[in-house]
């Protein structure tokens, strides 16, 4: 089955080589700059607007960048020094960095965002001590441990 639709578009502002067209004159950006002198105004603090913005965007990313390359290192400490104590001490001194932050921006937000996270751990934490006592508890009856005391 075919679909016989047909689309009609209207076009009320074209744009032709650098000149607009308002559905019958044609100005370029010079003339219509000299027709309109609050405008170039108006343009020109959107110009700075815009690169302000842009510096603006350029430093965030640039931050964003530094962080990321810090994180990393940070995070492959243990494969690059063969050191993983320390690099559980780093994770966690970063990791309560960021509690406090996120505290000390928004106490509420950063108060249950705390105590999710650490609160999942601890539960995290217990699960897996069960498991392991429960794994310690087959293996001594399956080679016959029978101390009580």
Do not use: C, W
């Not at 964003?64 to 994770?91: C, P, R, V």
Request: proline fraction near 2%.
């Amino acid at each position: 089955m075919a679909d016989d639709r047909t689309y009609v578009l209207k076009i009320q502002n074209e744009i032709i080589d650098g000149a607009q067209s308002d559905g019958g004159t044609l100005q370029t950006p010079d003339k219509q700059a000299a027709a309109n002198p609050q405008s170039n105004t108006e343009v020109s603090q959107k110009k700075s607007a815009k690169s302000v913005a842009t510096k603006n965007a350029a430093i965030v990313l640039a931050e964003q960048y530094a962080k990321k390359g810090l994180m990393d290192i940070a995070s492959h400490y243990g494969e690059i020094t063969g050191d993983y104590q320390t690099q559980q001490t780093i994770s966690a001194g970063i990791e309560l960095g960021i509690t406090v932050a996120m505290i000390a921006a928004n106490p509420l937000v950063g108060g249950v965002a705390a105590v999710a996270n650490y609160g999942g751990k601890a539960v995290s934490y217990i699960i897996e001590q069960k498991k392991s006592q429960k794994e310690a508890a087959f293996r001594q009856k399956r080679v016959g441990y029978t101390a009580k005391g």
